[in-house]
């Protein structure tokens, strides 16, 4: 089955596929910025952040290119994203970021608490209809398969992981609900990226006061253009040894921690600190922090958020390829459940965001630190302004603290509702 798989895409080679990527942000980009009143108007209804993430997946779901056994994600997740995150942190005004207040936490909670209800209640609705659908017994029944979806959709892979072991799934029913969490959520991705284009008009209708977030982001890009200079090529080495050297440093350090950890204090799982990645993104994250109290501060004049957002670019069309479109056609019910499902968790956070007046740009961010974590978080951050990316990272490390508690109570109730 493999070898069928891997043969019925056009392009199955890591180098050329991320070349292919690498031309698809090329032409976007450039087109972005031309003066033509043709693409003016075109990037005017639709986002470049979105194409950029949308096109890879559309050539993935054509067969094209192939997502299966590539290993470009987990570079660009493993590598370039905490690299992004050092050079995005390096410049950040922590004094401001707290200005931003409550409204994102409540934001993020909202989300959480989107999931937790959404779940039984998307069960609940297609068993009216479809009882066969939400179904099963066993290992294999539906109810514990989306158990390891709350767990994505609240914290990340190491809580999905987590429910899977907690509840037993069989091995039959995960990959189904794996395609379902995959698809749903790089779609509901695909809508806050479109979003953030509108974020002006949406605001609007929430009668939100954004002046806190736009506050942030002038005195973060009003300090980086008061340190501007042309680059050398000493520069931007020292900016990539910085980079590449905190990532693995990073890296060394959640190798060594996280195993320790699982032998040690297995309890500990439970809060995600036995994921390797999630130390990846914490000490990167730190250590940026860290430097953005010392000189090293004034990278930022010399290009380092650029350089952070071109590498969290290549990790969004990495995301992109991993969305085969043609999945929903194989499970289509189950996609109903998930697509019920992520439409409670909007519906709960537009009705948070209206009552407290909170700006879209914590809806959105709340919603992916959720739903993405700190793979994607960051990213929708970024699309709102680069010098935003890091209240995206911080959101989503607080997921993974809460991600198991909610997903094994959103696992609860599914199987109250189920059986």
């Not at 199955?12 to 450039?30: C, E, R, S």
């Not at 009003?222 to 501007?228: G, K, P, R, V, W």
């Not at 520069?235 to 980079?243: E, K, N």
Request: with cysteine; glycine share 8%; net charge neutral.
């Amino acid at each position: 089955m493999e070898e069928t798989a891997t043969s019925s895409a056009l392009f199955t080679d890591d180098p050329v596929i991320f070349g292919i990527l690498m031309v698809v942000l090329a032409f976007v980009f450039k087109t972005s910025a031309s003066e033509r009143p043709f693409w003016q108007k075109f990037y005017a209804y639709v986002p470049s952040v979105l194409l950029c993430y949308f096109i890879p997946g559309i050539l993935n779901s054509l067969n094209i290119i192939s997502s299966e056994e590539s290993n470009l994600y987990y570079v660009a997740s493993r590598y370039l994203l905490p690299s992004s995150l050092i050079l995005f942190t390096i410049g950040i005004d922590l004094k401001a970021i707290s200005r931003l207040g409550r409204k994102a936490v409540i934001m993020f909670f909202a989300g959480t608490f989107g999931i937790i209800v959404g779940g039984p209640l998307a069960i609940l609705v297609v068993s009216t209809f479809s009882p066969e659908t939400v179904g099963g017994a066993g290992p294999d029944a539906v109810w514990r398969g989306l158990t390891t979806v709350a767990g994505s959709w609240i914290g990340g892979g190491a809580n999905q992981t987590a429910m899977k072991e907690v509840f037993e799934v069989g091995d039959s029913i995960f990959p189904a609900v794996l395609a379902v969490d995959i698809i749903i959520a790089n779609l509901w991705l695909a809508v806050l990226l479109y979003g953030s284009g509108r974020t002006e008009r949406i605001d609007q209708f929430f009668r939100a006061d954004a002046s806190a977030i736009k506050e942030v982001r002038k005195r973060i890009e009003d300090y980086a253009a008061s340190i501007m200079k042309i680059p050398k090529t000493s520069d931007l080495m020292l900016i990539l040894g910085i980079a590449f050297g905190i990532t693995g440093f990073s890296h060394l350090c959640a190798n060594n921690i996280a195993p320790f950890l699982q032998e040690n204090y297995p309890v500990l799982e439970q809060f995600s600190l036995t994921s390797t990645f999630f130390w990846i993104v914490v000490i990167a994250t730190g250590l940026g922090l860290a430097l953005s109290f010392t000189k090293m501060r004034e990278l930022e004049g010399v290009g380092a958020s650029r350089i952070a957002t071109a590498f969290l670019y290549v990790l969004i069309a990495t995301i992109g390829m991993e969305m085969d479109l043609t999945a929903v056609v194989k499970s289509p019910g189950l996609f109903m459940v998930g697509a019920i499902w992520i439409i409670i968790h909007v519906v709960v956070l537009l009705l948070v965001a209206k009552l407290i007046k909170a700006p879209f740009f914590f809806v959105a961010v709340g919603s992916q630190a959720n739903v993405g974590g700190a793979a994607s978080a960051p990213v929708v951050a970024s699309a709102f302004s680069p010098s935003l990316a890091p209240v995206g990272v911080l959101l989503a490390v607080l997921g993974y603290f809460v991600g198991t508690y909610g997903a094994w109570l959103c696992g609860i109730l599914m199987q109250n509702v189920a059986e």
